[in-house]
């Protein structure tokens, strides 16, 4: 009895290896190709992507807040998002521009660090390079947010795409010297105010870095020509741009020492 209970075992047995197949399901292949597919994809959207260390430092901030977390920080100096929260209170304060109707001073962050665009025409006369006075009150009013950070500071001047008169041309052939000089200009104005000369640089980017250019496309003359197409986009274009730089496109270390906040 037992022997036959035991021939049967093994002929059922038998039976099921002939109806299975060796190896994994045929699914499993389509489905393992599927997964490394969408991880590729992922990748990439990883490699090309760019992080904005602002927002990521306000979410992280926001979610220390709601898990009740207290972060120790290693020194006092300003962090990017505490840069961004004083900037906007100090924008929020100023008077609205009686022509324009509008702020002369907009903050923006990207993944250069955190950016204070200032209207040129409440800089600058046309065609020079010469600070007007309505720009010094502005100025002053940033100075504690310089000192007590460690960042490097890039002062950017940007023109929009017209030539310049032949009056002008002397003096600034193209947009080039002209951006450049007005840029040099503001560089000046904070080292008389009490910046360290070692933590500013000054570039001047002529008419090629559009204010609302979009990041997803390649700067062409064609899209320069677009977003210079109208007297508001060229108004918006004419600016002076003061960047907090993160550190990837800086130093990471502070370049000032505790005298230097305290001037």
Not at 23 to 51: N, Q, Y
Not at 181 to 210: C, D, F, N
Request: glycine content about 6%.
């Amino acid at each position: 009895m037992a022997q036959n209970i035991k021939q049967l075992k093994k002929k059922y047995i038998q039976i099921g290896r002939d109806q299975v197949d060796e190896g994994l399901p045929g699914w499993f292949g389509t489905f393992a190709d599927m997964m490394t597919l969408l991880f590729a994809f992922f990748v990439l959207l990883a490699a090309i992507s760019t992080i904005d260390p602002v927002k990521l430092q306000e979410m992280a901030d926001s979610m220390g807040k709601s898990v009740g977390k207290k972060i120790k920080k290693e020194s006092q100096a300003m962090s990017l998002s505490d840069i961004k929260k004083a900037v906007d209170k100090m924008v929020e304060e100023m008077p609205v521009d009686p022509n324009s109707g509008e702020k002369p001073v907009e903050v923006t962050t990207s993944p250069k660090g955190v950016t204070i665009g200032i209207s040129s025409d409440v800089s600058f006369q046309s065609g020079s390079a010469d600070l007007k006075q309505e720009i010094i009150p502005i100025l002053t009013s940033f100075l504690p947010t310089i000192k007590n950070s460690y960042f490097m500071v890039a002062i950017e001047g940007h023109t929009d795409s017209d030539l310049l008169p032949k009056k002008y041309q002397e003096k600034y052939p193209t947009n080039w010297e002209l951006s450049g000089a007005r840029a040099a200009a503001v560089v000046r104005e904070l080292v008389i105010l009490g910046i360290k000369p070692t933590r500013l640089q000054s570039v001047g980017y002529a008419e090629y870095i559009p204010r609302d250019r979009p990041t997803d496309r390649v700067i062409t003359a064609d899209l320069i020509r677009n977003l210079n197409s109208t007297i508001e986009q060229k108004a918006r274009n004419r600016r002076v741009e003061i960047t907090f730089l993160a550190p990837a496109g800086s130093r990471t270390k502070p370049l000032t020492s505790k005298s230097d906040k305290t001037k």
